[in-house]
């Protein structure tokens, strides 16, 4: 369920947070200099879908292995639809039933001008939510990526849907610090793929929890929404089937009086 999958996110979260602290200052400028020198050794070019049938059946990716602790390379949190989940290197159909994956070919996620880092997750899972709410996010709005070493702040500055087959906005910008959250859509057709692109800003702690409190404001009044719309239509059939029912049983009373005035 949805509840368990929430549970053992955050357990994973928490799991990544506490033994990163435990790198030494040694071992995270190590593994930030082999991971600089894998974003500036790309061709920027990015060449498959994610969501093609031969990214989905590809094994564990071992290319981000400089930035991982255990088998999750971070965690990337949108508190605007209370999302909080880890980030796997590559996008198999494992890796995407487990939360999100980073799209290999594109910068790893660790900042730095010339880099364009992408991360991609189903929506509409009924296990998960994961990136089923990411059209509801705005120009102006925040998400953070949780590194081994930091954690990166980038600001909504680009919303677009594209064919699975175009790639030209998920490339490096020269002088730019880019992150792109990727899924499909439109929700349970799956043709396109939305692309929500952050530039990146100063980091500033305490805004994420102002942000995630107004988040599940959001989430909540949506919910509501929904329960609302459902009780409405409820109550709209439930009447309907009411006036229908009187009617029938009017006319057999009527019909019933006609016979006996025979």
């Known amino acids: 369920t949805r509840w368990y999958y929430r549970v ?3 357990n994973v979260i928490a799991t990544f947070d506490s033994e990163k602290e435990k790198l030494s200052k040694e071992e995270v400028k190590r593994r930030m ?3 600089k020198a ?3 050794s790309l061709h920027n070019e990015v060449t498959e879908d994610p969501y093609s049938d031969e990214k989905k059946q590809e094994g564990r990716a071992e290319y981000a292995r400089m930035i991982e602790i255990h088998e999750y390379i971070g965690h990337v949190q949108i508190p605007a639809i209370d ?6 290197a590559g996008t198999s159909e494992d890796v995407l039933q487990k939360g999100a994956g980073h799209l290999e070919g594109t910068s790893l996620p660790i900042g730095g001008l ?3 880092t992408v991360i991609t997750a189903h929506s509409g899972l009924p296990t998960a939510t994961l990136f089923t709410h990411l059209s509801k996010l705005q120009i102006g709005d925040k998400f953070y990526i949780h590194n081994f070493a930091e954690t990166l702040a980038y600001q909504v500055d680009q919303i677009k849907v594209i064919e699975p087959s175009e790639f030209d906005d998920l490339l490096v910008v020269k002088g730019k610090d880019y992150a792109t ?3 499909c859509t439109p929700y349970m057709i799956n043709t396109h793929r939305l692309l929500v692109r952050g530039h990146r800003v100063e980091y500033v702690k305490d805004l994420i929890d ?3 409190l107004e988040g599940k404001k ?4 949506m919910y509501l929404f929904y329960i609302v719309l459902f009780l409405l239509v409820v109550l709209i059939i439930s009447t309907l089937y009411y006036i229908r029912k009187r009617r029938k049983i009017s006319k057999k009373l009527k019909n019933a009086n006609v016979d006996n005035i025979k």
Do not use: R
Not at 218 to 221: H, R
């Open 210 to 212: 102002k942000e995630l």
């Open 38 to 40: 894998y974003n500036s």
């Open 114 to 116: 010339d880099t364009h």
């Open 181 to 183: 959250l990727l899924t």
């Open 218 to 221: 959001n989430i909540w009044y």
């Open 83 to 88: 999302v909080d989940i880890p980030i796997y």
């Open 33 to 35: 200099e082999l991971a």
């Open 8 to 10: 053992e996110s955050k």
